[in-house]
Nanobody
């Protein structure tokens, strides 16, 4: 089983930054690929970024503004978000799966996800 606990969301003004955190509880096998996706009201889930085997992958829509990283010693995955825009407003979810190599991409279909953290950006 996997437990993912996100934090770091909040309300910020456009142009600001946030650093989301996700503490990961689970076996290394089921958390080989970690990722973030978001869902805004009335919209489909949007895959944002993934990290696995030391490699990262990003959606073109966030590349350059979002950075995914992980600290294995702290069992934590991060999503740094810069230059926030009102359209970034959404619930952000941390996610995990056992995918390896080229399978680890910024999908939305991860097997496990956290409870989400709200990000609200005002103009």
């Amino acid at each position: 089983q996997v437990l993912l606990v996100e934090s770091g969301g909040g309300s910020v003004q456009a142009g600001g930054s946030l650093n989301l955190s996700c503490v990961v509880y689970g076996s290394p096998t089921t958390t080989k690929c970690m990722g973030w996706f978001r869902q805004a009201p009335g919209k489909d889930r949007e895959g944002l970024a993934s990290i696995g085997g030391g490699k990262t992958d990003y959606s073109n829509s966030v590349k350059g503004r979002f950075t995914i990283s992980q600290d294995n010693a702290k069992n934590t995955v991060y999503l740094q978000i810069n230059s926030l825009k009102p359209e970034d407003t959404a619930v952000y979810y941390c996610a995990a799966d056992s995918w390896e190599g080229a399978e680890c991409r910024h999908w939305t279909s991860f097997s496990f996800r956290g409870q989400g953290t709200q990000v609200t950006v005002s103009s």
